[in-house]
Every structure is written in C-alpha cells, then in structure tokens.
C-alpha cells in the first residue's frame, strides 16, 4: 500500500514498527539514523517517514528540516517518535516541518491510527 | 412538457418506484440477507415518501413514514425480511400506490391494518412499542437530542500542506463521525500571480451532525491543532427527524445550497452529505428528469441522478406522431428517389441519395427511441408468479434473462397480456404439484424461465417451464373429438399440439379460477400475429414446455420485400423470407400437387396469381419466396421479385378487417398502394391445404 520509512537508532524498534505495519499492507524501509533516512529518502519515493529524535550522525529535527528542503518530500507527512511528551520538544518538530508525532511508548493501535491518518490509500 | 402536471409526474415516478420497490421485496424473499435489496427498498420508499409529501398527498408521507419506521429493524439487519414481511410489505406497497393512484378506492382501516400486521411481525421478539420508536438511530444518523450536531469553521495556516497535512484527510476523518455538510470559504484565495501553489487558502465551514464528544473532534486535528483556528459551537436542532443519512433529499434538509457563500469548488463529505446539493436542481415540482422506460433493477434508484440528467420524459403520442412524420418522410423519400432515378439531373440524384441517407437514419434514430427495455415488463410477472405460486402451492422459481432486450414500447404494451396468459398456463397447467414432481425425482422448486434475445430483425420471448411437458395423447383425443382431425389421422407431436391454438379447444380437465379466465391460446396466438409475430411450442415430456414468441423490433416500419403478381404489387416482411429460389418447369409440371422440391425436401407453395385472382399473362419465369413462420416453410409463388422496401405500415381499415391475408398496406414510392402479406395467415392456408389434400388423397 504505502512505502514507510522508519529511522530509528534502536533495531528494535524498527523491528516492532515493521511487524506492525507490514501485515497491514505497507513496505517499510529502514534507516539506523538521520543520515541513512536522508539517503533513503532521496533515492526513492516515500509515502511515509517515521523517525526517532534523539539520534546519532544527523539527529531526527536535524532529518525533517533536510527532508522539507527535498522537493519530492514536499507534503509528505513526517511523524516522530518522542518520549518526551512535552509540548517544547513537539513544538519544536512541527516548526521543523513534521506533520505529527508518536508518543513512546506506544501500542501497535496507536501506531496504526496514526499511519491511517496520514496515509491515504 | 411544462403543460404537464406535476401531479402526474409524481405518479410516474412513484409508478416507477413501486416496480422498483416491488422487485427489491420479491427479491428479498430469494436473498434475504442482501442488504444492498434492502437499501434500494429503502431508498424507492423514501423517495415515495419525500415526494408525496411535496405533492400533497400527505397520507401516503404519513403511512409511508410510519411503514418506514415500523421497517427499520430490517433497514438495520436486526431481523430478517420473512416471507410473511414481505407478503405485509406488498400489501403495503399496494396500499400507498392506491392512495396515490385512486385515493377514493381505499380506506385508511386497510392501512391501519396493514401496519398493526407489519408492527406485529417485526416486533415478535420485542414490544411492539419499541419499534415504532427510533430510539436506536444508526450511528450514522442524526439524534434527537437537544443537541443534534456541531458547526465548526476550519482555517488552516498556510503552510499546512507543505508539512503533510491534508486538510481533505481531516475533513474525511471528521465525516467518519458522521454525516457533515461541508463548505468551501474560497474568498482567501488570492489572485492567479499571488499565489503559492504549495500554501492553503480554503477554509472550510462544516455541519457535523452527529452529537459526538468534543474530544472526538479534537481527536481529527490532534497534530494539526496549533497550526489552525477551530471555532466549534454546537448546532442546535436537526433540521428535520431525518431517519437515515442514505435517504437525506433536499426535501429534509431545507435548502443547504443557499447557505453557501461562494461557489463550491471543493466539497469533502461523505457521499450522503453531498447529495442534497446534487439532488438540488433536478428537484423542483415540474422537473425535467425522466426516462422513457423504468429500469426494475435494484440499483436504479441509485443511478437517478446521472438519468436525470441523461434523459427526457416524453409523452408516448408525441412519439408515436414523430413517428408518422417520419414515415410520411420515408414515403416522400421513396418518390423523390424514384423521380431522381428516372431523371438525369445529377445534381437532383446526389440531393435525393443525401436525404434517402437522412430519412433511413432519421427512421432509426426515432425508432430507437421507441424502443423500450423488456425488463420493464418482466418485472411485473415477478409478483404475479409469487401470488400464483402461493395461491396454488407450488413453489416456482422465476428466472429472467434479456431483460435488457429492447422492444418498440407499444409491442411492449401488447405483450403483456399474452405473456400473462403463457406463464399463469405454465404454472397451471405446466409446473407440477410437489407431490408429482418429487415423484419425478424433480426438484421441489418449479422454474419459469422468461427470457428475451435478439434474433435478427427480431426479438425472440420465451416462457419456458420444467414442468411435465404436454399431454400428446390427450391433445390428440380432444382435437379428435372435437372433429378437428379424422381419427388415425398421421400428424406428427408438432402439428398435434398446434391444435391448441385452436378457438375453443382446453384439454384442461377442470377449468382453474386462474387458466379459465381471461384469454385462450387462440387470443395469445392472434395478439402476437397482429403484432406480425408468431409464436411456437416445443415440448418434452417430463421435462416442460417452451413457448416462443417471434416478434419484430417495431410495429410502425418494416423492412420488406416487393413483389409483383400480375398487375398488382405487395410486400411481404423481410424477416419471414428465408431465401427467393426460380420455380422450374419441373415444379411447374407437376400441377395438382402443390409441392417444391427444396434441397430434397418438400415445401408446399402457393401460388399468389390464383389467390389475387390475378388477369394477364404470368411472366415466363416465376418465382418462388420461400417464407417460414417458425419451423414452418411454405413457397410463394410470384411473377417478379422487384426488391427491399422500407415499408411504412398502415392499418387497413375497418371494412377491411375480414381480410385475412393482409396484414395492412403501404404507400409506394409512387404514390400507389401495396398490400402487406400476413405470414402466418398464408403459412395456415397452405397447410390447410396440404391438408386437404391429404385428406382427399386417403379418400
């Protein structure tokens, strides 16, 4: 259905955002952090990219404000991951251009309401 | 069309609706669990109801309604559509269609009693009070409550797309929370050169009516919240206890198109939400929208918009008028061209082959307008086979096939008695009793097929049972006592069941209420040849009759071949002529025995001179038209074949009627008369005299 770009320095958790969105249909790709996930999504199109913030090499703000300035990502949702549940941190990912946001932890459910959200088939 | 009343086009269209209505509800006694049957009841009751009370007749919106209501727990699939609901549902549907059609020839008791029966079988397992009440509305549905909904006005920041937000998703994320109306705010969206094709300039207006938790809403814009303005109050009252958001016409929702400021050019919602605005303009009393013929099938209803749009309701006179212009067309054509052949004015020839071009697609293009799908008409044998076979027990299965069949309307209006007449024979005389057919080893489940199919220039009907077939014998004992056959007579299983087209002849042992009445096989027979048809019977025993009915796409022009015997022209229809062969001196010889030696087989002719008691000498070489009606052939035998003719009919008058072996005339190209030669008329007279023969020859 959709292509799913997750990045994410913590393999299980790719791991656990694959097994979730897999069986409902959507190829997801993986990167280990913000400069993977910039080539990943410059090297083909992406309906979808969920990225953790707090990474190593380029760090998640750092990835949505290098995915914004990419024309094929323009409009594209971009969903991070974020233990701080503070508005601060949210606010400072949505002025970066992100579209929404996953609090972790979170529960498979979770994760799917928000894909469906954002991606249409 | 304007001097119409708007009266009668609300009775059409309910007319319409019930076949639709009738046809979801004996359809549901087949597939009970088909919810898509269901709904389209739903939606021809609605509309009934909608559009009765726009027209005035406000009893038939108030029983309509309460029938709706007291229906709504099959509408929600908490119960089954039994066959005894839909047995009250018919009687319902009848009732209304009384009360809109002749509202003197019923009473408001029968209608009374009509809902106590539905209430009491829909509540079996319930009060009955329970179910008058939409307490339970859908979730999709507006509630009564004091709070019926929300409005909201949506204003996005510009930048909102470019961060993967779609203002759209959202809107149809709201709408999952029930039926919205949804308006475009266009006025900030700046001129052509102003504008960043990435930025949002809609704002949407939105009436959300579904009295859901503000924390639902919220929910939709939960990323989006702070890059928006939301202003949410709640909407006061529905505007009216609509019952389901399928059945939301404008009628319900008093004009949604004049709160709109500006022109949509974007409406998000669901389906049901968009539809008042599309119903708007089709909707006014006298409005255009129409179809030449109703279409029974389930979904109809559901198209009616886009046919709305697409057709044109015409009165059939002005129809059949078009109709007689064209063929008064057709007949000048026909001058002109004779007039331009026997000049030598190219340039008259070159007008007369354009409007010859003209007038033959003028004469389609009217005749296709005439045509009307058969369907129409197989729907109404649906209710008179349930009532058959619930009258006399015996379980049928109706099948129809073709019903997409087009046929001139005005053959669709003669056929029905005749079909009427062909399927109560087959379940009555044809279908046996469950006991019998177990017997058999058949199915318990009689089946009827009727079946329409394209076959040339002509549309083949047929009715078709799996019943025990005919009784040869009993047709041959009857057609001997009646003298109509010499006793020990050799007549084959085919010549033997013709007899009972014969006036006056039932091998039915006891006369039924339901084959006794009305028309016998001799009517249906010369219905279907005044209609230039024919019809035939094929039989096996123990395994059911078929009957087939020939008939031609169009009753007013035909295509036709000319002839000429003696000084006198006629026609005979094209789709009779099976092939033109010369008759040879050998056939000539042998006088007295009127037979053809046709590719080794015999087919007797007849030779038109001496029917037309024709003067003059006979042209040298005669030729023979072989014509057949069905499986049987007979040869014509004429001076001179002169060719195809569009032939324009017309009746033959009053006087005229004793004249069997005329079907009617026509005008020629110049000018004179031709008479059209009945078929099947001559097809009769030369087996009564192969008969005759045969009869003189055993002697």
């Known amino acids: 259905m959709a292509t799913i770009l997750t990045v994410d320095d913590s393999p299980s958790i790719r791991q656990m955002i694959k097994v979730v969105l897999e069986p409902a249909g959507h190829s997801v790709i993986e990167a280990g952090d913000g400069a993977q996930g910039l080539a990943k999504a ?4 992406l309906d979808l990219v969920i990225t953790d913030l707090n990474m190593p090499v380029m760090n998640g703000l750092e990835l949505i404000k290098a995915l914004r300035k990419l024309p094929s990502a323009v409009g594209m949702p971009i969903v991070f991951l974020t233990t701080e549940s503070n508005d601060a941190v949210k606010q400072e990912a949505k002025s970066a251009g992100a579209t929404g946001w996953i609090t972790k932890p979170f529960k498979p459910e979770q994760l799917l309401a928000v894909v469906a959200k954002l991606v249409r088939a | 069309m304007s001097a119409m009343d708007p009266t009668e086009v609300f009775r059409q269209e309910a007319s319409e609706l019930f076949e639709v209505l009738e046809g979801a509800l004996l359809d549901l006694g087949q597939r009970p669990d088909d919810r898509e049957l269901v709904d389209s009841a739903f939606r021809a009751l609605h509309t009934i109801k909608g559009s009765g009370a726009m027209f005035g007749f406000d009893k038939v919106a108030s029983f309509t309604h309460e029938f709706e209501t007291a ?7 908490e119960i089954k559509p039994t066959q005894e609901l839909i047995s009250v549902a018919l009687a319902a549907k009848d009732y209304i269609r009384a009360l809109i059609e002749d509202p003197q020839s019923t009473d408001d008791i029968i209608g009374e009693a009509i809902l106590d029966d539905l209430k009491r079988f829909v509540s079996s397992d319930r009060p009955a009070a329970g179910v008058a009440e939409i307490v339970e509305a859908p979730p999709l549905a507006p509630v009564h409550s004091k709070q019926a909904g929300w409005h909201l006005y949506l204003e996005f920041e510009s930048h909102i797309l470019r961060n993967g937000s779609n203002p759209l998703d959202l809107l149809d994320d709201l709408c999952k929370l029930g039926p919205c109306f949804v308006v475009p705010v266009t006025d900030g969206i700046p001129f052509l050169d102003e504008m960043d094709p990435e930025d949002c300039y809609l704002k949407w207006d939105v009436k ?11 929910d939709v814009f939960m990323f989006v919240s702070d890059e928006m303005k939301l202003t949410l109050s709640p909407l006061e009252q529905v505007e009216a206890p609509a019952p389901a958001p399928l059945f939301q016409l404008l009628d319900e929702e ?3 198109v004049v709160e709109m400021p500006t022109p949509v050019v974007e409406v998000v919602a669901a389906p049901v939400a968009v539809e008042p605005a599309a119903k708007a303009e089709p909707k006014p009393a006298v409005k255009p929208e129409a179809k030449l013929e109703s279409k029974p099938e389930a979904k109809a209803e559901a198209k009616r918009d886009d046919r709305g749009i697409a057709t044109v309701r015409v009165q059939a006179e002005r129809l059949d008028e078009l109709m007689d212009r064209v063929g008064e067309l057709v007949i000048a054509q026909a001058r002109l061209t004779q007039l331009a052949a026997s000049g030598s004015d190219l340039s008259i020839k070159m007008i007369a082959e354009e409007i010859e071009r003209l007038a033959s697609s003028l004469r ?8 009307v799908p058969i369907g129409s008409l197989f729907g109404r044998f649906r209710r008179l086979i349930h009532d058959l076979s619930r009258d006399l027990s015996k379980p049928v299965e109706f ?4 019903e997409d069949t087009e046929l001139d309307k005005t053959m669709i209006e003669c056929l029905a008695d005749p079909l009427v007449h062909l399927i109560r024979n087959a379940i009555d005389h044809g279908i046996e009793d469950t006991a019998t057919r177990m017997a058999n080893g058949k199915t318990e489940q009689g089946r009827i ?8 220039a002509q549309v083949l009907v047929t009715v078709k049972d799996n019943g025990g077939g005919l009784n040869t014998a009993r047709i041959r004992a009857k057609a001997e006592e009646q003298g109509l056959i010499a006793a020990g007579a050799v007549l084959t299983d085919h010549e033997i069941h013709q007899f009972l087209f014969h006036p006056g002849f039932s091998t039915a042992q006891t006369i039924s209420a339901l084959s006794g009445r009305g028309v016998g096989m001799d009517v249906v027979k010369r219905t279907i040849e005044n209609m230039r048809g024919s019809i035939d019977l094929s039989t096996r025993s123990g395994e059911g009759t078929t009957v087939t009915l020939r008939l031609p796409l169009t009753l007013a022009i035909i295509e036709g071949l000319l002839i000429r015997v003696g000084e006198g022209r006629y026609i005979i229809p094209l789709s009779a002529v099976e092939e033109c062969i010369e008759l040879t001196a050998e056939d000539e010889r042998s006088r007295g025995r009127n037979f053809l030696n046709v590719r080794g087989k015999l087919v007797p002719f007849l030779k038109l001179r001496e029917i037309m008691t024709a003067s003059g000498t006979p042209d040298r070489h005669q030729k023979t038209i072989i014509i057949s009606t069905g499986e049987t052939h007979v040869g014509l035998v004429v001076d001179q074949i002169i060719g195809n003719h569009q032939t324009v009919i017309k009746s033959l008058s009053k006087l005229h009627s004793d004249v069997t072996i005329f079907s009617g005339a026509t005008i020629l190209g110049d000018g004179t008369a031709a008479l059209i030669l009945d078929v099947a008329q001559l097809v009769a007279l030369a087996q009564s005299k192969v008969e005759k023969q045969h009869i003189s ?3």
């Open chain 1, 42 to 45: 410059q090297a083909g199109k």
């Open chain 2, 449 to 456: 097929e009727l079946a329409a199919v394209h076959s040339g």
């Open chain 2, 697 to 699: 020859e055993a002697a």
């Open chain 2, 254 to 256: 008093p004009a949604p």
């Open chain 2, 399 to 402: 099948v129809t096939t073709g």
């Open chain 2, 364 to 371: 389609d293009t009217t005749m296709g307008a005439r045509m």
């Open chain 2, 208 to 218: 959300l009516h579904a009295a859901c938790d503000k924390a639902a809403i919220d």
């Open chain 2, 71 to 77: 229906f709504d727990r099959v509408r929600k699939g």
